[in-house]
């Protein structure tokens, strides 16, 4: 199997000081790093370090949170100009092999929907919806021809919800702003984190209900992308929203490992490196990798029924507001 750990949470600094870098290589691991606008300026030392190290890495571009941090509909052109200029500098280092593009919706919206962060701390967003999609396919297809020109793989982080599309996009994709299946992405991480399907549920999902839909998502993802699936699993601690559920220890993941390989997923990216770090040693995290665990996970049938209703109305909403827009209009 494919590792790489996304880093969001730490410094490039301290990516770069070339210990942790030797951890991960040592499993075989790379590396996707977030990157701001304010440090796009400080990448070199990581990416020669890594070099040193062998370790692959991807960036993953992240915008400022008033801008919506995330890709989506409102934001593709500032997007396209942030990445264009880390090509710019940075396309032709030898350790620099992938552009991961994060497909959220808004950085405020999502904060207002977890009810994430005080009120007062929260970004104004656009909504997604109200922007015409085709026109964010078309910036985001230019943008990934760009990556492509430059030698380098393009990944897509996917919610899961567009799983529930009918292929070839459809009203998840619309109302998210992240359109994913029309696009010509080399890689799709579906975020399936099992320690978010139970601690947001209220009580709903158990951890076996959280691995169930796991077992779900990743099939869907399979059986939607074939060779291009991608499983992003976690979480080994909060991100963004500072109050993401998490995994309780390392066995969770060997366990989600073990679903992921069962249904025959082979390339994996852990959510998050810095969580590693703080719940260390890194090592006990890594060390899940080689887990031996096997799957015993037989979705429930209310799983599969919830998620076959989901799809449903995936399929059944975009006929709704045609009529809808027709008739008021």
Same mark, same amino acid.
């Given at each position: 199997?494919r590792?790489?750990?996304?880093?969001?949470?730490?410094?490039?600094?301290a990516?770069?000081?070339?210990?942790?870098?030797?951890?991960?290589a040592a @499993?075989?691991?790379?590396?996707?790093?977030a990157?701001?606008? =304010? %440090?796009? &300026?400080?990448? $070199?030392? #990581? *990416? /020669?370090?890594?070099?040193?190290?062998?370790?692959?890495?991807?960036?993953?571009?992240?915008?400022?949170?008033? @801008?919506?941090?995330?890709?989506?509909?409102?934001?593709t052109? =500032? %997007?396209? &100009?942030?990445? $264009?200029? #880390? *090509? /710019?500098?940075?396309?032709h280092?030898?350790?620099?092999?992938?552009?991961?593009?994060?497909l959220?919706?808004?950085?405020?919206?999502?904060?207002r929907l977890?009810?994430?962060?005080?009120?007062?701390?929260?970004?104004?967003a656009? *909504?997604?919806?109200?922007?015409?999609?085709?026109?964010?396919?078309?910036?985001?297809a230019?943008?990934i021809a760009?990556?492509?020109?430059?030698g380098?793989?393009v990944?897509?982080?996917?919610?899961?919800?567009?799983?529930?599309?009918?292929?070839?996009?459809?009203?998840?994709?619309?109302?998210l702003?992240?359109?994913v299946?029309?696009?010509?992405?080399?890689?799709v991480?579906?975020?399936l984190?099992?320690?978010?399907?139970e601690?947001?549920?209220?009580?709903?999902v158990?951890?076996?209900?959280?691995?169930?839909?796991?077992r779900l998502?990743a099939?869907?993802?399979?059986?939607?992308?074939?060779?291009?699936?991608?499983?992003?699993?976690?979480?080994?601690?909060?991100?963004?929203?500072?109050?993401?559920?998490?995994?309780?220890?390392?066995?969770?993941?060997?366990?989600?490992?073990a679903?992921?390989?069962?249904v025959?997923?082979?390339?994996?990216?852990?959510?998050d490196?810095?969580?590693?770090?703080?719940?260390?040693?890194?090592?006990?995290?890594?060390?899940?990798l080689?887990?031996s665990?096997?799957?015993?996970?037989?979705?429930?049938?209310s799983?599969?029924?919830?998620?076959?209703?989901?799809?449903?109305?995936?399929?059944?909403?975009?006929?709704f507001?045609?009529?809808f827009?027709?008739?008021?209009?």
């Amino acid at each position: 199997m494919r590792f790489r750990f996304w880093s969001e949470t730490l410094g490039l600094d301290a990516l770069a000081s070339g210990a942790l870098l030797s951890v991960l290589a040592a @499993h075989q691991t790379g590396l996707l790093c977030a990157v701001r606008p =304010a %440090a796009r &300026d400080q990448l $070199g030392p #990581l *990416l /020669d370090a890594a070099a040193a190290a062998g370790v692959s890495v991807g960036l993953w571009p992240m915008l400022d949170d008033h @801008h919506g941090r995330w890709i989506n509909a409102t934001n593709t052109d =500032a %997007a396209s &100009d942030f990445v $264009g200029a #880390l *090509l /710019d500098r940075y396309a032709h280092h030898e350790s620099l092999t992938e552009i991961a593009l994060d497909l959220e919706p808004p950085f405020g919206l999502v904060a207002r929907l977890t009810n994430s962060l005080p009120r007062e701390a929260r970004p104004q967003a656009t *909504l997604p919806w109200s922007l015409h999609p085709r026109a964010t396919e078309r910036s985001l297809a230019r943008l990934i021809a760009r990556i492509h020109r430059a030698g380098l793989s393009v990944t897509a982080a996917a919610v899961p919800l567009v799983l529930l599309d009918p292929t070839g996009g459809g009203t998840f994709e619309w109302a998210l702003g992240t359109p994913v299946d029309r696009l010509d992405f080399d890689r799709v991480s579906v975020m399936l984190y099992t320690s978010m399907f139970e601690g947001w549920s209220w009580g709903m999902v158990s951890r076996r209900g959280a691995r169930s839909l796991l077992r779900l998502g990743a099939e869907a993802a399979l059986r939607r992308y074939q060779h291009r699936a991608s499983v992003s699993l976690g979480a080994i601690a909060t991100g963004a929203l500072g109050d993401e559920p998490v995994y309780r220890n390392p066995d969770e993941l060997a366990d989600d490992l073990a679903v992921v390989r069962d249904v025959g997923i082979t390339d994996v990216a852990l959510f998050d490196l810095g969580g590693a770090v703080a719940r260390g040693p890194v090592t006990r995290w890594l060390g899940a990798l080689g887990s031996s665990h096997r799957a015993r996970v037989v979705p429930h049938r209310s799983h599969r029924l919830g998620w076959h209703l989901g799809a449903a109305v995936g399929r059944a909403l975009p006929l709704f507001l045609r009529r809808f827009q027709q008739s008021s209009g």
